[in-house]
């Protein structure tokens, strides 16, 4: 499992430490956003917080309302319930390592998601804000942004 790339429409994930790995307490994934690629709406998470670490290119995450560049070697954290979302606005593909405390989130949810960004046509919206609620994702409000992979 820790070197299975999941494809969430154009971006990677690779979990290097799960709930298992760790008996809860942290979970841990790298995630590759290529240039220009559709990413998730912007969300927050209920009942555990993020922290970003750039590794690659540069990030540019949207906190709080507050853009934050994440480049190698900087680092970002998002407590639990703070609307937050992510672009590579860069020109250069970009890598970043997730770690979510507690680990209450893990590549289940990046599976369903795929499921769905990944088929045919357009996502089912519906579908995608289900997966989101199941795994604790809120979607922030308005919800004007187009999701990953339409």
């Keep these: 499992m820790k070197n299975e790339i999941i494809q969430v429409g154009q971006l990677e994930i690779k979990f290097l430490l799960e ?13 590759m956003v290529p240039v220009g690629a559709k990413v998730p709406l912007p969300h927050s998470h209920e009942h555990y917080d993020e922290t970003i670490y750039g590794l690659e290119g540069v990030l540019t995450f949207t906190v709080a309302g507050k853009p934050v560049d994440i480049g190698p070697g900087e680092s970002c954290f998002v407590a639990r319930g703070v609307v937050h979302g992510f672009n590579n606005l860069k020109q250069t593909d ?3 390592l997730a770690v979510i405390t507690p680990a209450l989130l893990g590549a289940d949810f990046f599976k369903e998601a795929g499921a769905i960004v990944n088929a045919d046509g357009p996502p089912d919206v519906e579908k995608l804000k289900a997966v989101l609620a199941k795994h604790g994702l809120v979607p922030a409000k308005p919800t004007n942004v187009v999701p990953v992979g339409s």
């Design 94 to 96: 970009a890598k970043a």
């Design 19 to 31: 709930a298992g790995d760790t008996n809860g307490s942290v979970a841990m994934f790298e995630f």
